[in-house]
């Protein structure tokens, strides 16, 4: 098994697919790392200007005005149906500041996390690629059955190529992550924010990190895994983009209480170490008007876990099961 997973490990590294991928995933990280250079630069002296010209009105506004919008505030506050906001939350008037105007400086601590989750989602959905193409390859090309030739025991050639497609990927995954989070570290260091860097926000970043790499790893699998049971790379693309267009992009919505079971909001609990989510309550008040009001709730580490854990398992073991049982030339 070993040995035969040495071989899959020399000929993923070998393939075009899979230099072009790493390189082009290499150049949206360059490409996300120069945003973030932008996002950080301070605002020129004539954006300064302008921006305190704004403050200045917005004060002296605020100051002439604040009681008077306040009492008028109140007065609509008053004639709201149930359920309504609380009076503080309808009619707050807090006075201008001078950093609300302008740019504000960036943040390593608060920016960090997102660019990690959407360097993941690159990742993950590269390797998914990555995978199914280098196992939906000998399919349609029809080198599995010679492949099987030397080695009959199909689960041992199934278990090597999917665990091939994971150990290839996942040192890949952490270099970028890596790169990633130092650089955004360096930007940030010279342009913005870094003083809440504490020890605890460093390790909450690297567990997030660890976590992405292990999910880009499945990632590699699985796609291993739909390319053999599709047998054929374009198919196995396929479907991954119909799943994120029409379910997670479209019918997300309106599968507003399903939330909890879509693969990309686990994803987020996984690496995250949870996250949240929002869902419409809606009621009819006693004008008899129908309203919604959002309500956040949280997905846990642990459901992300044990969704992602069971759905990975099922899809191997539906894989592998396949592989044994289907003849590799129909």
Request: one cysteine or more; aromatic letters at 10%.
């Amino acid at each position: 098994m070993l040995r035969l997973t040495g071989v899959e490990l020399r000929r993923l590294t070998a393939r075009r697919l899979t230099v072009i991928g790493v390189l082009g995933v290499l150049a949206i990280t360059a490409l996300l790392l120069f945003v973030t250079w932008r996002e950080a630069r301070p605002l020129s002296a004539e954006e300064q200007r302008a921006a305190q010209t704004q403050f200045e009105t917005a004060h002296q506004n605020w100051v002439e005005h604040a009681e008077e919008d306040r009492q008028r505030c109140e007065a609509e506050w008053e004639k709201q149906p149930d359920p309504k906001p609380t009076r503080a939350e309808m009619c707050s008037f807090p006075e201008p500041k001078l950093e609300d105007f302008g740019k504000p400086r960036l943040v390593f601590a608060e920016a960090t996390p997102e660019l990690l989750l959407g360097s993941s989602y690159l990742l993950v959905f590269a390797a998914f690629l990555i995978g199914a193409s280098f196992v939906g390859a000998e399919f349609s090309t029809g080198a599995i059955g010679n492949w099987l030739t030397f080695e009959p025991r199909r689960l041992r050639v199934y278990g090597s190529k999917v665990l091939a497609a994971a150990i290839g990927l996942a040192p890949v995954a952490a270099v970028v992550l890596a790169i990633v989070l130092l650089g955004t570290y360096l930007i940030v260091a010279q342009l913005g924010d870094t003083s809440g860097t504490t020890g605890k926000v460093w390790a909450d970043l690297t567990g997030m990190g660890g976590r992405a790499v292990l999910l880009i790893a499945l990632g590699a699998s699985l796609g291993g895994v739909v390319g053999l049971l599709l047998r054929h790379t374009a198919a196995a693309l396929g479907v991954a983009m119909g799943y994120l267009v029409l379910i997670e992009g479209v019918f997300a919505g309106f599968l507003n209480q399903a939330q909890p079971w879509l693969v990309k909001l686990n994803f987020d609990a996984f690496v995250r170490h949870d996250t949240t989510y929002y869902v419409n309550q809606c009621s009819t008040g006693s004008d008899g008007m129908y309203l919604c009001n959002s309500i956040e709730k949280t997905l846990s580490f642990e459901h992300g876990a044990w969704y992602l854990g069971i759905l990975a398992a099922v899809l191997i073991m539906a894989g592998g099961a396949v592989f044994y049982r289907r003849d590799v030339n129909s």
